[in-house]
């Protein structure tokens, strides 16, 4: 029962839903993320951290990135709760922008574009 209360209070934030409904389409970075959700980068890092230690999400490095992206290989809660949600709220407001938005979701103009800014800004 301790399992299946983790995952639901994993599933009651608006942000980690987003979050998880964006890792749907495909696995993204933290700028990615930030991009589309709008909130700062600590908070995505924060939301991720939990999504982690839960087992809902899982990461991988690519190149300069850690990408996350669903662990379709979880205990058979996560497995059942994650197959249910890909199908729920894919209608709603806030979702269907998202989904519009990780399109211009580019890692290597946004995270580029960040170190460009934290360089000139250090001078």
């Not at 009651?12 to 495909?26: F, G, P, Q, T, W």
């Not at 980068?41 to 992206?69: A, I, N």
Request: net charge positive; charged share 30%; proline share 2%.
């Amino acid at each position: 029962m301790e399992r299946l209360s983790q995952i639901y209070d994993m599933l009651s934030d608006k942000n980690r839903l987003r979050i998880l409904k964006l890792l749907e389409y495909k696995p993204m970075c933290v700028c990615e993320l930030t991009y589309v959700l709008g909130i700062s980068q600590p908070s995505v890092s924060r939301h991720l951290r939990r999504l982690k230690d839960t087992g809902l999400v899982g990461s991988r490095q690519d190149g300069f990135w850690s990408e996350y992206f669903i662990n379709r290989k979880g205990d058979e809660y996560s497995r059942v709760l994650m197959g249910i949600l890909s199908g729920w709220i894919n209608n709603d407001p806030i979702i269907v922008e998202d989904s519009k938005n990780r399109t211009h979701a580019c890692r290597e103009a946004l995270c580029n574009t960040k170190k460009a800014t934290n360089i000139l800004n250090s001078k």
